[in-house]
């Protein structure tokens, strides 16, 4: 498994950006799919987005699509989420998570290392 770190969410208004990062310890971060889940006050755990090993492959939740941006950076161990013309319902706790893959695809389910979380609020 990978250990995970989150940076890079606040508070922010609609319309803005805003940028997570992800972080990864370990040798392996390059035979992981990664992803973003988020968690709003009341509701259930919700996938947003994933990335392929390689970061060939994406696939996006369609309430983010064409607004949010997922990368990695496999020289850094590092995934990100750029977020860009935030509403207010995107306000919601945001995770990453690595899933060990044997090809480069990008999965939905099946996460099994997941980060602490950070907070994201985005004001009307």
């Known amino acids: 498994q990978v250990q995970l770190v989150e940076s890079g969410g606040g508070l922010v208004q609609a319309g803005g950006s805003l940028r997570l990062s992800c972080a990864a310890s370990?040798?392996?971060?390059?035979?992981?799919?990664m992803a973003w889940f988020r968690q709003a006050p009341g509701k259930e755990r919700e996938f947003v987005t994933a990335?392929?090993?390689?970061?060939?492959?994406?696939v996006y939740d369609d309430s983010v699509k064409g607004r949010f941006t997922i990368s990695r950076d496999n020289a850094y161990n590092t995934v990100y989420l750029q977020m860009n013309s935030l509403k207010p319902e995107d306000t919601a706790v945001y995770y990453c998570a690595a899933r060990l893959t044997y090809g480069d695809y990008a999965p939905k389910t099946g996460f099994t290392s997941w980060g602490q979380g950070t907070q994201v609020t985005v004001s009307s």
């Open positions: 370990g040798r392996t971060f390059s035979s992981h799919a």
């Open positions: 990335i392929s090993r390689s970061g060939k492959s994406t």
